[in-house]
């Protein structure tokens, strides 16, 4: 029976969603498991996830084909869930993962808003590194150096 269940279309799917979330040599587990995304406990069993996807999820029929992807982001979740997840065009996908990471944000002072269109162009310009940047953009404080950053649109 785990023969088959290898074989099935959605297979892939599943295994590479939980890999991504809980195996630490996945290439991609940086992005998934070690920022705490997880997979919803319901979906660990492979059977109760094709019957969600067939069953239960808009357009869950789609992910049949290649050309679809199972999405978790476009609901801003951390858990790949029946709740969370949606059905996209893998153009779609990578499109919005790529804005993600191109995300505008504002640098506020007292005096100035500059914008810039992304993170590493305002470190760039405010000779401030990227990370430190990010981590001002989390928790809403005023950088040493009187800056303080937003998230724009």
Not at 61 to 76: E, G, R, S, T
Not at 104 to 114: H, K
Request: aromatic fraction near 14%.
């Amino acid at each position: 029976m785990e023969m088959n269940k290898k074989k099935h279309p959605l297979y892939q799917t599943w295994k590479n969603m939980r890999d991504r979330c809980y195996c630490k040599t996945n290439g991609n587990y940086k992005y998934y498991g070690a920022k705490g995304v997880t997979v919803d406990e319901r979906w660990h069993d492979f059977d109760n996830f094709v019957y969600d996807i067939d069953n239960r999820m808009l357009n869950g029929h789609l992910l049949y084909n290649p050309d679809y992807h199972l999405d978790k982001d476009l609901k801003c979740g951390k858990i790949y869930s029946l709740e969370n997840c949606v059905v996209l065009l893998q153009k779609e996908n990578w499109e919005m993962a790529y804005r993600k990471q191109q995300k505008q944000i504002v640098a506020m002072n007292e005096n100035v808003e500059i914008m810039f269109q992304s993170i590493s162009e305002a470190g760039r310009n405010l000779s401030i590194p990227r990370n430190t940047i990010q981590y001002y953009l989390k928790n809403g404080k005023r950088h040493p150096t009187g800056y303080q950053f937003k998230y724009c649109c």
